[in-house]
């Protein structure tokens, strides 16, 4: 992946967030105080402005994008997101470009600090039950040799799919484990924005070919 196509995954997940930006503040009404999209939309409009900086290298523009978010999305979701970024900006190349495996790895530094941070497991209806699953996918696509367009175009799919599912889950982490049996019967939100990431990471990465 190259500085340009990084950017190009902010500039669309900005896109798309700010498309959604009602719908998550939707879900997050049902099981939360009704600003996940506003928050997230505010925190992308500032992180696209550290992508249109001239050209610093991968860990720069991540490391700056990390400081927009941490700077503008607030509650839990700015931390996670913020703090994630800075584990990523840490694991991937200065250069301007990286291997496959390196964006891997660095992606792996990530979904580590959310688990860190949150201590959310798989099924405990949080932003984990998207990335926990697409970082195996995606390690083992790139093992295998698998090139990183096709494995994000897989995820996408499964990541809209694994959001959807926490819909019949019980929240057990964040302020919707307060609501018990009753947080069930919603998509979490940041599960859902989550998806939306590995779609823009998908979007991006098939202008490469085309
Ligand atoms: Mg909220």
Redo the contacts with the bound molecule.
Sequence with gaps: MDEAEFCRLWHLFQEVIDGNKEYLNSL?AAI??A??GT?MARGMEKAVAACDQPEGGLRVTAKAIAMAMLSTVG?ASGALWGSGLLKFAAAIPEAVACSDREFAGAVDAFVSSIRDRGKANLGDKTMVDVFLPARDRLIAGVEAGEALPAIAEVLAEATAAWALETKDLIALKGRAAYLGERSRGHVDPGAFSSSLWFLSLSRALAERSG
Excluded: A
């Design positions: 997050d939360g105080d600003d996940h928050n509650g």
